[in-house]
């Protein structure tokens, strides 16, 4: 059987995660999925001034989906709604010290949440 290794930093998120709560009345909220692995992404935002103030995420997945999640919202908090529309999945991998190439589609999920959190503010705010 072949085992996944994850790194020391990755674990570290995954056990620790900071940003696994509920907002209440978020302004945006993305889901993403990956029917393939069964990793399920929810992200929730609140907008201030076109900056993302505050994000959560609810995440049922692997350590890797896991640690992806908290991951992009770490990067993504105090940042310009344009500026963590260009997060990268490279992003992702390099801050939580490489990963599996087989998990590599989760740090992608985490990305998807994001955008389709800000696609939804965005939509809401233009009414």
Do not use: W
Request: proline letters at 4%; aromatic letters at 6%.
């Amino acid at each position: 059987m072949n085992q996944l290794k994850y790194s020391k930093k990755l674990m570290k998120y995954f056990k620790n995660p900071k940003f696994i709560k509920n907002i209440k009345n978020p302004d945006g909220v993305g889901e993403a999925g990956n029917i393939r692995c069964g990793d399920i992404m929810k992200m929730k935002i609140k907008v201030k001034n076109n900056e993302i103030k505050d994000i959560s995420f609810q995440t049922f997945g692997c350590p890797a989906a896991m640690a992806s999640s908290d991951v992009v919202c770490e990067l993504a908090k105090g940042k310009t709604l344009k500026a963590a529309k260009k997060l990268k999945k490279e992003d992702i991998i390099k801050k939580l010290g490489g990963m599996p190439p087989i998990k590599i589609h989760c740090s992608v999920l985490g990305i998807q949440a994001l955008k389709k959190a800000i696609k939804n503010y965005e939509k809401k705010s233009k009414k």
